[in-house]
């Protein structure tokens, strides 16, 4: 869809504008600051897009009669808004009324307000551009599982390099090796000689107890002189009792310092066992890496699959990652903020016709930054691929139409001389279009 031809009457600044737009290319609205150039775009956007367009003040300030906006565009669908509240009014060939819905249906909102998309955050241009691709939740999956796989992969690159780092700090022992000592034998001899020395703790409480008994008896003899003999054969008796009692307890030190021998060794073998496990470990953190750098790399050659395996607008646009990993615009390789004006306005055009092919224009305000050069090569580039461009720029120069003091007062067609490039064509009168088919109940056009 194109726009054949415009007037507009009492919009803004605009005093009276009739133009009739180049079928391709640039048509280039001139004229000195505050003649109307950006009205008349204003009005455009406004009769097509819809009551959130609506200009703060829409009516003339000098303007006798109401505003008023007319707009034909190819296949003889004539869009009018005018009367007091500016009403929408769309209308066929054949005099079928339609309303907004219908302009919705073809009219890309980026088309009337391109410079929305040129001031978006990088990652939502991008964001545009996989939506209008049909890839960004496919995008969106890829890239989770390559967070996830890369994450993983570099846990556990550092646990190999903790282990490895351990296993080169530890201690090693290499008179005591790897097996570990059994004191369970000489833990049982320990037990037995502690259980023998407490079997003559007893009897050496006894032995005690006896000769305490001999002390008693040799008082009773002292006492009992008539059992004097008798006593005292007693306490002989129980005096060599108690001498046979007595014997000495075993000495532990030998069975404990093999203990502690074990035990010393014991701990230099468990210190070559974490080394050697640690080692262990990191060459399994190290496997488990290289086989998650696999699937990263799988899984961003995924990626690069579906990216370069999907029709972009532009055989130079690609999309890429920002240092948070977030997608954004590349254009022949580059970042957004190191293209030229140039580029960007070719990046946002390409992908206003992607997003909807059926809309064939776009308004461009204030393209003082293209330079003649610049200027005719966006011309070619847009005839090239059949879109219509209506722009403003400061200055008469090079312009289609000149706007002075809110009337349109000259149409100028003259090619950019100093540019050997084909030039803006002149406003052409458009072929006439078919008929369209029978619109449906449902009050909409079959395009």
């Not at 004191?183 to 005690?208: F, G, P, W, Y």
């Not at 002292?222 to 007595?246: C, D, G, I, N, Y």
């Not at 701990?267 to 696999?294: F, I, M, P």
């Not at 007062?409 to 008929?435: H, K, L, Q, R």
């Amino acid at each position: 869809m194109k726009i054949v031809r415009f007037e507009l009457e009492n919009v803004k600044k605009v005093r009276l504008a009739r133009i009739a737009p180049a079928e391709s290319g640039l048509t280039v609205i001139g004229g000195a600051n505050a003649s109307g150039k950006t009205s008349i775009l204003d009005g455009i956007i406004y009769a097509l897009g819809g009551e959130k367009y609506r200009p703060t003040a829409l009516q003339n300030d000098e303007g006798v009669t109401p505003a008023r906006i007319s707009i034909e565009l190819d296949g003889g669908l004539l869009v009018e808004r005018k009367g007091k509240n500016a009403a929408l009014k769309v209308t066929d060939k054949t005099g079928k009324k339609f309303g907004q819905k219908l302009l919705d249906s073809f009219c890309e909102q980026l088309a009337l307000n391109l410079p929305k998309f040129l001031v978006m955050r990088d990652e939502d241009k991008a964001a545009i551009l996989l939506k209008t691709l049909g890839i960004e939740d496919k995008l969106a999956e890829i890239d989770k599982r390559e967070t996830a796989a890369y994450n993983k992969r570099h846990d556990y690159g550092v646990i190999a390099d903790q282990k490895m780092k351990f296993a080169r700090e530890a201690r090693e022992y290499p008179e005591a090796g790897t097996e570990l000592v059994d004191v369970s034998e000489l833990t049982k001899q320990a037990a037995e000689m502690a259980e023998r020395n407490n079997d003559r703790a007893m009897r050496r409480h006894r032995a005690m107890l006896a000769g305490e008994q001999a002390k008693e008896k040799r008082n009773e003899a002292e006492k009992l002189k008539l059992k004097l003999a008798e006593t005292v054969h007693e306490a002989e008796r129980l005096e060599a009792l108690s001498a046979a009692e007595v014997e000495a307890d075993e000495d532990p030190a030998s069975i404990m310092e093999q203990i502690k021998e074990a035990e010393t060794t014991n701990s230099k073998v468990r210190t070559n066992l974490d080394k050697e496990l640690a080692v262990q470990e990191a060459e399994r953190c190290k496997a488990e890496y290289a086989e998650l750098t696999a699937a990263v790399e799988a899984i961003r050659a995924e990626r690069d699959s579906l990216l370069f395996g999907t029709s972009m607008p532009l055989p130079e646009l690609t999309i890429g990652k920002n240092k948070d990993g977030k997608p954004i615009l590349l254009y022949n390789g580059k970042a957004w903020d190191c293209t030229s004006t140039s580029e960007q306005y070719k990046v946002a055009v390409a992908i206003v016709q992607k997003l909807k092919p059926e809309c064939k224009f776009v308004l461009l305000d204030r393209l003082e930054s293209f330079d003649k050069t610049e200027m005719a090569k966006l011309d070619q580039w847009l005839q090239e691929r059949g879109l219509q461009a209506i722009c403003t720029r400061v200055g008469s120069d090079d312009a289609s139409i000149i706007i002075e003091d809110g009337y349109c007062v000259d149409e100028n067609a003259e090619p950019f001389a100093d540019v050997s490039t084909e030039s803006i064509s002149a406003p052409a009168t458009p072929a006439p279009a078919p008929a369209p088919e029978e619109p449906a109940e449902t009050g909409e056009l079959d395009w």
